[in-house]
C-alpha cells in the first residue's frame, strides 16, 4: 500500500468516523473582539460543529421601533460564537471550515443605517463637514417556506431571495492582536463575504495554537459594497465541519466552491484590498496549479471577476474569482473541499 493511498484512507475514516459537537452560547459567553479570549472548547479535526450566532445587534433590537444606537450596548457589535480551539492547528497552518447548512433562527431580520456609518456618508474615516444621514431600521420578514425575505420601503414591498451566510468567520489575529469585531483584516473577520454560505470551503490563516475559530454576523441577503453599513442581519443556526491543513501556508483567506476558487484582500485604500486578492491569487494558481508567475498573472487579467462584497467597514473588502472551467484538473489542498463536503 503506497503513503499517499495510506494517508487518503486515513482521512477518509477519519470524515466517516467524524463527531458530531453542539455549542449553543449563552448571551453572556459571546464575544465582541477577535482574539483576546480562551476558547469555549476543543474540536478535533474532521468535527461537525452545529451552532448559533446572534444578529450583528447583540438581540438589542425586537421590535421595528427599537432605534438600535439607543438599545443595542456600546461595544457590541457583531457578538461573535467561540472560540474554538482545534486540536493540532499551529502558526503556519491552514484551518479549513465547510459550510454545512446555516438557517435563519428567528422570523425576522433587520436591516438600519447607523449615523456615521456607510458609504455615502460621513464617517470617523471619511470626514466631512455634511450632515449625518439619519437613523433608520429596516425590518424584515423571514419567510423559511418561499426562501425570501421581504420588507416595505414607502407602499412598496422589497421581496429578495433568501441567501445565508456568514458575515464574520476569523481565527485568532496575528502578533497577538485584538481587533473589533467590525475590522476584517489577514485572519478574517468581518469580511461580509456572500460566498461564505453553504457550500463553500474557507481557508484561514493560523496564528496561535488551536487556531481559535469565531463565527458570527449571520446576513440573509446583501448587495454588493452593502453600502448603507448593514445587510439583511439575522441571528443563524450554524452547521460546519473543520479540519487542518499541514504543510501548507497562506497569508490572507481564501474560498472554495464547485465553481470558483476565491481569494480575499481586506485594507484601506480600496485599490490596495484588490491588490491583496489578485495578488493571493497569482499565488494560489502556481502553488498549486501549475501556473508559472506571469502565465497566472495573465489568467488573472483575462478571465478574472472580482466582487467588492462592502465598502463600509474600518478595512474595505474585495474577493477575486476564477472560474473551474479555466483550471486544470487540480484539487487544491489534496481535494480537502471535495472530501469535505461529501462526508457531512
Not at 179 to 191: I, L, S
Request: proline share 7%; aromatic share 10%.
Amino acid at each position: 500500500m503506497t503513503v499517499k493511498l495510506m494517508v487518503a484512507l486515513s482521512v477518509s475514516s477519519l470524515y466517516l468516523n467524524a463527531q458530531t459537537i453542539k455549542y449553543i452560547p449563552k448571551h453572556e459567553e459571546l464575544k465582541y473582539t477577535f482574539g483576546g479570549h480562551p476558547p469555549v472548547m476543543t474540536l478535533k479535526p474532521g468535527t461537525v460543529l452545529e451552532t448559533w450566532t446572534e444578529d450583528c445587534y447583540d438581540g438589542a433590537v425586537k421590535k421595528p421601533t427599537d432605534i438600535p444606537s439607543q438599545v443595542a450596548p456600546i461595544g457590541h457589535d457583531n457578538p461573535q460564537t467561540g472560540p474554538f480551539f482545534i486540536e493540532g492547528a499551529k502558526p503556519g497552518d491552514i484551518l479549513a471550515v465547510h459550510i454545512i447548512e446555516l438557517e435563519p433562527s428567528r422570523d425576522y431580520a433587520i436591516s438600519s443605517a447607523y449615523p456615521g456609518f456607510g458609504a455615502l456618508t460621513t464617517t470617523d474615516y471619511t470626514a466631512l463637514l455634511n450632515p449625518l444621514l439619519p437613523e433608520k431600521v429596516w425590518w424584515y420578514k423571514v419567510d423559511k417556506k418561499k426562501r425570501t425575505v421581504s420588507t416595505k420601503l414607502a407602499d412598496q414591498t422589497l421581496e429578495i431571495p433568501m441567501n445565508p451566510f456568514l458575515g464574520c468567520i476569523a481565527t485568532a489575529p496575528q502578533r497577538g492582536e485584538v481587533r473589533w469585531t467590525v475590522t476584517p483584516e489577514a485572519y478574517g473577520g468581518n469580511m461580509d463575504i456572500y460566498l461564505i454560505k453553504k457550500g463553500a470551503t474557507v481557508y484561514l490563516p493560523v496564528h496561535v495554537d488551536g487556531a481559535l475559530l469565531q463565527v458570527g454576523d449571520g446576513h440573509l441577503a446583501q448587495g454588493e459594497g452593502e453600502i448603507i453599513g448593514t445587510a439583511v442581519e439575522s441571528a443563524l443556526h450554524v452547521k460546519v465541519k473543520v479540519d487542518v491543513i499541514k504543510g501548507k501556508t497562506i497569508g490572507w483567506p481564501r474560498i472554495e466552491n464547485d465553481e470558483y476558487i476565491m481569494t480575499t484582500g481586506s485594507y484601506r485604500p480600496l485599490e490596495d484590498a484588490f491588490r491583496i486578492a489578485y495578488k493571493e491569487m497569482v499565488v494560489w494558481l502556481t502553488d498549486e496549479f501549475g501556473f508559472d508567475q506571469m502565465d497566472a498573472y495573465q489568467l488573472c487579467s483575462q478571465v478574472g471577476e472580482v466582487d467588492v462584497v462592502q465598502v463600509v467597514d474600518p478595512n474595505y473588502t474585495v474577493v477575486a474569482k476564477i472560474s473551474r472551467k479555466y483550471l486544470p484538473n487540480v484539487k487544491a489542498f489534496g481535494g480537502i473541499h471535495e472530501k469535505m463536503k461529501s462526508s457531512k
